[in-house]
């Protein structure tokens, strides 16, 4: 019989069947072939079979190669199917946050903060509620540190040397209550000198009998800055002695704490030091009787003109800061 042969040649073997029909003979090479063929693919398919679980079995090796024993991260599982590299990276777990840390009181004692605040505010920050004591003095007509004149209305307060800062405190409006939930709304126009301590506020005795008893004396509070909701319109002040050549400018009747005040110069504007008299100086004159720009502590400015260089005359202008 006629085979092909696939190996090193065979010595002829004893035995051996011939086949003489051409039929015949080709039909058995038809088997033949058939039967390679079906070899090489079979061959070919093992290989693939082989290669498709070396992989598999590269892909379910653990991620920490040393955990072998560690489960699988449930945290960060995917639906995608798993991707081989030449050098893969180790799977990051994710770790749970850790619980928040107390915050560490500043010397102003606060109970709670509502949010935060602009970098203009000082240490007197919106939304934030402060705890103190409260005293009382007697306010006469109502001015005070911040020159604003007398008052009619005497719901008015010192603020504490510490958060008065140098006048940034004046004309802030804060809402002040007591341990029985009793509460009254002041405005900050003079300061309460040392020993007065962070977060005291010196109440005038109109306000205090609001609160309390005027015997006690001395009550425990918390207290917030307001943006009230009705507020006329901002009047401008020159100091007395105020000309062409030195000028002090401070603003009054404002919504909201003032932070800074500028003056138009040929150069641009110029920004005032603030005294502790809640004034703005200009000593060399320099944008005096020219024209004006305040900024509140939220940010916002207003531009005023037509101020006459008049010394201790308010005059009224036609804007305010919006409300918050």
Same mark, same amino acid.
């Given at each position: 019989?006629?085979?092909?042969?696939?190996?090193?040649?065979?010595?002829?073997?004893?035995?051996?069947?011939?086949?003489?029909?051409?039929?015949?003979?080709?039909?058995?090479?038809?088997?033949?072939?058939?039967?390679?063929?079906?070899?090489?693919?079979? =061959?070919?398919?093992?290989?693939? @079979?082989?290669?498709?679980?070396?992989?598999?079995?590269?892909?379910?090796?653990?991620?920490?190669?040393?955990?072998?024993?560690? @489960?699988?991260? @449930?945290?960060?599982? =995917?639906?995608?199917?798993?991707?081989? =590299?030449?050098?893969?990276?180790?799977?990051?777990?994710?770790?749970?946050?850790?619980?928040?840390?107390?915050?560490?009181?500043?010397?102003?004692?606060?109970?709670?903060?509502?949010?935060?605040? %602009?970098?203009?505010?000082?240490?007197?920050?919106?939304?934030?509620?402060?705890?103190?004591?409260?005293?009382?003095?007697?306010?006469?007509?109502?001015? %005070?540190?911040?020159?604003?004149?007398?008052?009619?209305?005497?719901?008015?307060?010192?603020?504490?040397?510490?958060?008065?800062?140098?006048?940034?405190?004046?004309?802030?409006?804060?809402?002040?209550?007591?341990?029985?939930?009793?509460?009254?709304?002041?405005?900050?126009?003079?300061?309460?000198?040392?020993?007065?301590?962070?977060?005291?506020?010196?109440?005038?005795?109109?306000?205090?009998?609001?609160?309390?008893?005027?015997?006690?004396?001395?009550?425990?509070?918390?207290?917030?800055?307001?943006?009230?909701?009705?507020?006329?319109?901002?009047?401008?002040?020159?100091?007395?002695?105020?000309?062409?050549?030195?000028?002090?400018?401070?603003?009054?009747?404002?919504?909201?704490?003032?932070? @800074?005040?500028?003056?138009?110069?040929?150069?641009?504007?110029?920004?005032?030091?603030?005294?502790?008299?809640?004034?703005?100086?200009?000593?060399?004159?320099?944008?005096? %009787?020219?024209?004006?720009?305040?900024?509140?502590?939220?940010?916002?400015?207003?531009?005023?003109? %037509?101020?006459?260089?008049?010394?201790?005359?308010?005059?009224?202008?036609?804007?305010?800061?919006?409300?918050?």
């Amino acid at each position: 019989m006629r085979t092909t042969n696939h190996g090193p040649s065979e010595p002829p073997r004893k035995h051996r069947l011939t086949i003489d029909n051409p039929l015949t003979l080709l039909a058995v090479s038809v088997v033949v072939c058939l039967a390679a063929a079906l070899l090489v693919g079979g =061959s070919t398919d093992a290989w693939r @079979a082989t290669d498709e679980s070396a992989t598999a079995a590269q892909s379910s090796d653990p991620a920490d190669s040393d955990s072998p024993t560690a @489960a699988p991260d @449930a945290t960060i599982a =995917s639906s995608q199917p798993p991707v081989t =590299s030449p050098s893969p990276s180790p799977r990051r777990t994710r770790k749970p946050s850790p619980a928040s840390k107390p915050r560490t009181p500043s010397s102003t004692p606060r109970a709670e903060s509502a949010g935060s605040t %602009g970098s203009l505010a000082g240490r007197i920050e919106p939304g934030v509620r402060y705890r103190g004591v409260a005293t009382a003095y007697e306010a006469g007509d109502g001015n %005070g540190a911040c020159l604003f004149g007398p008052a009619d209305d005497l719901m008015i307060a010192a603020m504490n040397h510490t958060d008065y800062e140098t006048a940034r405190a004046c004309g802030a409006y804060v809402r002040v209550r007591a341990a029985n939930g009793a509460s009254i709304t002041v405005r900050i126009t003079n300061e309460c000198p040392l020993p007065c301590e962070p977060g005291q506020i010196d109440l005038s005795q109109q306000a205090f009998a609001k609160l309390a008893d005027l015997s006690v004396g001395r009550i425990p509070i918390t207290w917030k800055l307001l943006s009230p909701a009705e507020a006329g319109t901002i009047s401008i002040r020159y100091k007395d002695g105020s000309s062409q050549w030195w000028c002090a400018i401070q603003a009054i009747g404002h919504r909201n704490p003032v932070a @800074a005040l500028e003056v138009r110069t040929s150069n641009g504007w110029r920004r005032l030091q603030r005294t502790d008299y809640n004034y703005f100086l200009a000593e060399d004159g320099n944008g005096c %009787g020219r024209a004006i720009r305040i900024t509140d502590i939220y940010g916002e400015r207003l531009t005023i003109t %037509g101020i006459a260089l008049e010394p201790d005359v308010a005059q009224p202008t036609r804007v305010q800061f919006a409300r918050h």
